[in-house]
């Protein structure tokens, strides 16, 4: 029996805001050149902690991206997720005259993995410091992780389904694959990503108790994957929206199709079981690949997870040779990441708007900060490479133990 | 060839119930479990009452390692894990691990400890520049809201898609309904989901306060979440979990498991109105109905019980009535429509898993729980909302809705196992 045709999930719109640049043209400069952004940490009362190097956004305005009234009401990472997500549907030539038309058909899915630090800090100072009446009206829909999908939706007038996974890394991932099946189950346009502003004091607080945190007070020395200097990961904050819409719906309004979504899986092996995560990461890949309906052998790039502790990198090396067999050893693979640092959540989302601007231009970006690798890897460093690249992988894990992978294919992802 | 999903396990941590058994004896004698903040000194509060759970992890098997690291809405969810993948008869042991997923929901997560090391972090809420030294080793933990999902996992060895769900006051309708979906399309055979919070602390009283959410009927806790009553004022705040486990009908039918019932549908709707503001149409919510009756391949006339939001603000209870009434017409004022958030409080995330298991024992017993407390009717609210007592009902299909902060939507409908049609 022959089955109908399933609606495909294409990327019509990038949207980024990050610390090597908050427009999309900006980032993938800064990215194809290869520029390290990571430095000292500067935001207000952070001087003093263990914790020095972050990728920090500072070329961003937010009172010239966001309007006063949705400003005042939302922490720094709701203010990131609403800029990216109008560069997005700017990106995608989706006006709010045409979304208007049909709000059910346009949804909105983030993940979120560090919520309103800010924000919430400054409550329960208000809180603590000076007693109960003196926290804010908006403190109840700052602070929760929530908060950027539920904005994006009223600033916008979405009405379609409206989700979040507050996930660990891999949920970016995790994110942009549920809009992929939520334009399969028949809404038109998802916007899809993740923002996070991890770097307030007490947020940065938090975050000391992961082992895999770089301490290193170098911004060269201190995120450098697949090395044997490895010494952890450095945070960021910033990310980036797309917007995730099906290629019928694309092809009516004469929108580009970038990218689609073609395969994605995510499996589950432990918290900081580094070891382990081999395993796991292995069949998120075969899975992935099956759902594509790809050949280990097609895959022309892959973007890794690139955790920065020897023990994950080996796993993570040793996982793309697993899934993809002797292909593993030659596919080039990169990780912008080591120049921006790793935003949670968002760290993946990333990746995928560098993995799709990498197959249009055919410049595989580099890794920097990374040289004299000690895996079997064909990792591309020092500057971008020239290659016809006509699928992508991109690879993430979680330090709550997740691992995810997702196959992009160039444009509509075939030759027809 | 469609997979339908079945409800195989369930376990619940709620006020004044532990374990399904205690949960359905209160809920179906119309018990209510608010009362007095006890957990803090809530003087200064406008709302300082709240449906606490009596909760010793200890007594349900949890080891001192366990209580120290895990946040007590991690500890609700490991019980409420147990106890339904006990009652699921599930052997994890000869499960392919790949194929069990985890989809849990929590609106807050970590906020206690966070906010409990944050005052020492402070010095007391005086330093902006906090001072780490002060922290506690498991703050990282509170800090990521995956390590709900992920403890979980651990716990039962659960190596497919494992998802932390946030989407405010419907997380628990939302992680239900991911784990449907996650089954339906092919990507588990099993999967533990639920929902938990424990929001009973001074900086989440205290932000629902600022924005008079949250009742003041404090001078009488037992009876202060009044949802659909006409001098309702806010709703109470709860904390708990639940967990339910979800199977590919045939994985459960193979190995003879006891079915609760299906899950037929879900959907979720924003409403893109304002982040705590709902409209008295109800449009949003009605297009979820809609969209999850579908699902079903129902016709709302089939819906024999709806367990509300209800959570007993002005807004919220009109909203929702508006809705009911558009999807299921005339039927609505023939169909009892009844909150359990009289009796066990408003538990953020975790109430809307708490409700599905509502659901799936009020299908066991064929019963409709009542909504407690419920005297004086309100002109705007006019459905049948079952006041005080429990009733007996032949129940085939039931709905629960849910409305969260963000402006979410959403609706779960659970069946009677049905025929398998080959």
Known sequence: MSQPRPRRAAVTGIGVVAPNGTSTETFWKSTQEGISVLDRITREGCEHLPLRVAGEVRNFDPPSAVEERYLVQTDRFTHFAMAAADLALDDARLSRAETDEAPFSVGVVTAAGSGGGEFGQRELQQLWGKGSRFV??????????????????????????????????????????????????????????????????????????????????????????????????????????????????????????????????????????????????????????????????????????????????????????????????????????????????????????????AMEHGLIPPTPNVFDVCHDLDLVTARARAAELRTALVLSRGLMGSNSALVLRLGAGDAS | ???????????????????????????????????????????????????????????????????????????????????????????????????????????????????????LVSHGGERWDVDHREAGPHLHRAFAPSTLASTVAERFEARGPVQTVSTGCTSGLDAVGYAFHTIEEGRADVCITGASDSPIS????????????????????????????????????????????????????????????????????????????????????????????????????????????????????????????????????????????????????????????ACALALTHQVVPPTANYETPDPECDLDYVPRVARERRLNNVLSVGSGFGGFQSAVILSRPREKTP
């Open chain 2, 202 to 357: 001074p900086i989440t009283m205290a932000c629902f306060d600022a924005i008079k959410a949250t009742s003041p009927n404090n001078d009488d806790p037992a009876h202060a979440s009044r949802p659909f009553d006409a001098d309702r004022n806010g709703f109470v705040m709860g904390e708990g979990g639940a967990v339910l486990v979800l199977e590919e009908l045939d994985h459960a039918l193979a190995r003879g498991a006891h079915v609760y019932c299906e899950v037929s549908g879900y959907a979720t709707f924003g409403n893109a109105y304002h982040m705590t503001g709902l409209t008295s149409e109800g449009l949003e919510m009605a297009r979820a109905i809609e969209d999850a009756l579908g699902q079903a391949r129902l016709d709302g006339t089939a819906i024999d019980y709806v367990n509300a939001h209800g959570s007993g603000t002005k807004q919220n209870d009109r909203h929702e009535t508006a809705a009911v009434k558009r999807t299921l017409g005339a039927h609505a004022y023939d169909t009892p429509m009844s909150s359990i958030k009289s009796m066990v409080g408003h538990s953020l995330g975790a109430i809307g898993a708490i409700e599905v298991v």
């Open chain 1, 136 to 357: 804010g009206p908006y403190q109840s829909i700052a602070w929760f992780y929530a908060a950027s999908t539920g904005q994006i939706s009223i600033r916008r007038g979405f009405k379609g389904p409206c989700g979040v996974v507050a996930s660990d890394e891999a949920g970016g991932l995790d994110a942009l694959a549920h809009a992929a099946r939520a334009v399969r189950r028949g809404t038109d346009v998802m916007v899809a990503g993740a923002t996070e502003a991890p770097l307030a004091p007490y947020s940065m607080v938090c975050q000391l108790g992961y082992e895999e945190l770089s301490t290193v007070d170098d911004p060269a020395r201190a995120y450098r994957p697949f090395t044997a200097a490895a010494c952890g990961f450095v945070p960021a904050e910033g990310g980036a929206m797309l917007v995730v819409e099906a290629e019928s719906s694309a092809r009516e309004r004469g929108a580009p199709v970038r990218a689609t979504l073609a395969g994605h899986a995510a499996t589950f092996t432990g918290a900081s079981r580094w070891t382990q995560s081999r395993e796991g990461l292995a069949e998120a890949i075969r899975v992935a690949l099956r759902e594509a309906g790809c050949a280990p052998e097609e895959i022309d790039v892959v973007f890794a997870d690139a955790l920065g502790v020897p023990e994950a990198d080996r796993a993570e090396a040793l996982a793309i040779t697993d899934a993809l067999g002797a292909h593993g050893g030659r596919v080039p693979v990169t990780a912008p990441k080591t120049g921006v640092g790793r935003g949670y959540g968002a760290a993946p989302v990333l990746d995928v708007a560098a993995a799709v601007l």
């Open chain 2, 1 to 119: 060839m469609t997979r339908r999903v079945a409800v195989t396990g369930i376990g619940i941590v709620a006020p004044g119930g532990i374990g399904a058994p205690a949960f359905w004896d209160l809920l179906s004698n119309g018990r209510t479990a608010t009362r007095g903040i006890t957990f803090f000194d809530p003087s200064g509060l406008r709302s300082r009452i709240a449906a606490e759970c009596d909760f010793d992890p200890g007594a349900h098997g949890l080891d001192a390692e366990q209580v120290a690291r895990c946040d007590r809405y991690i500890q609700f969810a490991l019980v409420a894990g147990e106890e339904a993948i006990r009652d699921s008869g599930l052997d994890l042991a000869v499960e392919n691990p790949w194929r069990v997923g985890v989809s849990l929901g929590t609106a807050v997560g970590g906020t206690t400890r966070l906010e409990n090391d944050y005052v």
